[in-house]
C-alpha cells in the first residue's frame, strides 16, 4: 500500500506553520489523497496524548480506512516499550526506529543486546520493528545485526536516499538490504550546486525527478508482492514563505502519489 508520513506534512505541522495541523488533519489529508498508510513518525508529541486522544485518533483511522504505522528513534528497552505500549492502543504492526537515538550511540553488540532483550514481546504482540537505513550506521553494518538475530519481527525501513551522505550508492543499499525489507521511504533527492559553485547541497525533489531509482528499487524489493508499505516522505528545503513551502509540499504529495501508482505495475 502507498502511504504518507508526518515527513510528507513537515512544514505544515512545524512551529513556522501560522496554525500547525494535527495528527487528525494529516489523517484526513492522508485520504483525501487516496493514500491507505499513515506513518506517525519522529513525532513526540504522540508519547504525551491522553487515552481519549489515542483512541480519537484510532477510530477516525478505522473510520478512513487508513493503516496506522509508527515510527520513533532508538532502541533502548524502556523507550520501545513505550512505543509498543502505543503501538497496542493503536492497532499499530509496524514501528520504524533507528539504531542511534540523539542521546545514544550503542555498538553493533551493544545494539545486538538491547534488540534481543525488546524482541520477545514484539512477537508476542505481532508487532515488527523496522531499522532505517541512513548514513550513521552502513548498509552492511546493519544487515549484519539484523542477521546476526535473526527474529521474524525485526527488518529494514529501506531509504537509499539517507546512505548517499556516507558515500554509499543508493543501487548497492538496495541490494544490499531487499531482503530483509519490511518497510520502505520512499524520497527522491537531487544535488544542486551552492553559491558561488562552491560544493553541493543534497536536498529532496519531485519524484522522479532526481536520483532515486524508484524502478529499481521496487523492481528488486518487490512491495506489492510481499507486502511491504511505501511511505513517502520530503526533503523539502524551505522556499522563503510558509505558503510556497506549503503549497509545495501538498504538490509533492499529490505528484509523488500519483507517479506511484503509475509504476505499480513494473513489479509484476
Known sequence: MIGLSTYAFFWQHSDRAPQPIDLMAMLQRTRELDADVFQICDYPRILEYSE?????LKSLAAELGVVLELGTKGISP?????FLRLADTLGVKMIRSMVNAPDHHPSLPEAQGLLKQSLPSYEASGVRIALETYEQLS????????ESIGSPNLGICLDPANCVA???NPIDVIDRCSQYVVNLHVKDFAFTRRGGWIGFTLEGTQLGSGLLDYDYMINVVKPEVRG?????????????TFKETSRL???????????????KSLQS
Not at 139 to 146: F, P, Y
Not at 228 to 240: K, Y
Open 52 to 56: 481519549a486522544q489515542l483512541s480519537d
Open 139 to 146: 548498509s552492511r553494518d546493519l544487515v549484519t545485526l539484523i
Open 228 to 240: 511491504i508499505n511505501r511511505v513517502i516522505e520530503h526533503w523539502l528545503t524551505w522556499q522563503g
Open 166 to 168: 556516507a558515500l554509499e
Open 78 to 82: 524502556n523507550h520501545l516499550a513505550a
Open 249 to 263: 509540499e501538498n504538490l509533492w504529495n499529490i505528484n509523488n502519489i500519483a507517479y506511484m501508482n503509475a509504476h
